[in-house]
C-alpha cells in the first residue's frame, strides 16, 4: 500500500524517509494517426486510453537523530528493487488525489535521483504505472502436425458428428492382418547389371 498526505510518503506499511514536495498524475488517450493516400492530412483515430503515470517527489535531508539522506536514498531504494529481485511489485495507492482519478494500483516503474548544488539534500523522483489487471484464459497449445478433431466435429464419439457417421465409425470392422512380413515377395528384377 502507498499512503500519501501533505508531508509523507507510506509505501507496503512503512513510512518512507523524506518530505514530501510533490505528486503529479497524467494520464493521456491513445490516439493513431491514419496515412492516406493522396492527402497531406492525417486522420485521427482513437483507439483508447494509456495507464496513469504517477510521480512522486521527495526531498532528502540529515536527520538530527542520525539518520543520513543516504541512509534514506537506500530505504527507498530497496523498496523499488530489493536485492535478487526479478519482477516490479504491485502496490495499492491510498491518496485523494489518485482516487479521485480512479487509480487503486501501481507498479514502481522508474526511480531518479539527484544531487545538486545544496549539498546538505538529495531529491528522489519516483515514477509509478497505473496497473489494471488482466484476466487471460489458457488453453493447452496443440502440437505441430495435430488436428483438433474435437473442434471440427470430426473426432469419434463428437455430439456434432452425423448420427449414421457415427454408427458406421463403432462398425467399421478393423484392418486386414499382414502376412509374415519376412516372406519375399514374388517381384523378380531379371535385368543384367549394366557393363561398359
Known amino acids: 500500500m502507498i499512503y500519501t498526505d501533505g508531508s509523507e510518503v507510506m509505501v507496503d506499511g512503512v513510512l518512507l524517509p523524506g518530505l514530501f514536495k510533490s505528486l503529479e498524475v497524467t494520464t493521456a488517450a491513445e490516439i493513431e494517426e491514419q496515412e492516406v493516400e493522396g492527402s497531406t492530412a492525417k486522420p485521427k483515430q482513437a483507439t483508447g486510453y494509456e495507464d496513469a503515470k504517477i510521480s512522486v517527489e521527495l526531498i532528502l535531508l540529515d536527520d538530527a537523530d542520525g539518520m543520513t539522506k543516504e541512509s534514506k536514498l537506500e530505504v527507498i531504494q530497496n523498496f523499488f528493487r530489493q536485492p535478487g529481485q526479478e519482477i516490479p511489485a504491485v502496490h495499492t495507492i491510498v491518496n485523494e488525489h489518485t482516487a479521485r482519478r480512479n487509480i487503486s494500483q501501481v507498479l514502481f516503474k522508474q526511480m531518479v535521483s539527484k544531487t545538486t548544488n545544496a549539498n546538505d539534500q538529495l531529491s528522489v523522483t519516483m515514477e509509478f504505472w497505473e496497473y489494471i489487471p488482466?484476466?487471460?484464459?489458457?488453453?493447452?497449445?496443440?502440437?505441430?502436425?495435430?488436428?483438433?478433431?474435437?473442434?471440427?466435429?470430426?473426432?469419434?464419439?463428437?455430439?456434432?458428428?452425423?448420427?449414421?457417421?457415427e454408427k458406421y465409425l463403432e462398425n467399421r470392422g478393423q484392418a486386414p492382418k499382414q502376412k509374415d512380413k519376412t516372406a519375399k515377395t514374388p517381384a523378380k528384377d531379371n535385368r543384367r547389371p549394366y557393363v561398359k
Do not use: F, H, P
Open 134 to 165: 488482466m484476466t487471460i484464459s489458457v488453453t493447452s497449445a496443440q502440437k505441430a502436425g495435430e488436428t483438433n478433431y474435437a473442434a471440427d466435429g470430426a473426432g469419434s464419439g463428437s455430439g456434432n458428428l452425423n448420427k449414421d457417421y
